[in-house]
Nanobody, 115 residues
């Protein structure tokens, strides 16, 4: 399984960004897709996850601001990030798996939020 993420960049606090991730390869093995992030000096954390059936889960720090969605036909997952805060600055990784979204990892995409 290969995951190709795009959409990172620079945003001002209060602004929005949308991350996209396209999956290819043996995607029949994927049930859960998600986004992790890692900020400098911090542990990697799961930001959001979505199952093939559409069930979602979010980190408390992003609830109400971020929305994860999935297009099974396009084999893609998206992360809409609104009301961005400087503490959202991190490298974001698209991930996928069977039970947990941590078996397959895409390359990271940088998100920087300025105050």
């Amino acid at each position: 399984v290969q995951l190709q993420a795009s959409g990172g960049g620079l945003a001002q606090a209060g602004g929005s960004l949308r991350l996209s991730c396209a999956a290819s390869g043996s995607i029949f093995s994927i049930n859960v897709m998600g986004w992790y992030r890692q900020a400098p000096g911090k542990q990697r954390e799961l930001v959001a996850a979505i199952t093939s059936g559409g069930s979602t889960d979010y980190a408390d720090s992003v609830k109400g601001r971020f929305t994860i969605s999935r297009d099974n036909a396009k084999k893609s997952v998206y992360l809409q990030m609104n009301s961005l805060k400087p503490e959202d600055t991190a490298v974001y990784y698209c991930t996928a798996g069977i039970i947990q979204p941590n078996s397959y990892w895409g390359q990271g995409t940088q998100v920087t939020v300025s105050s």
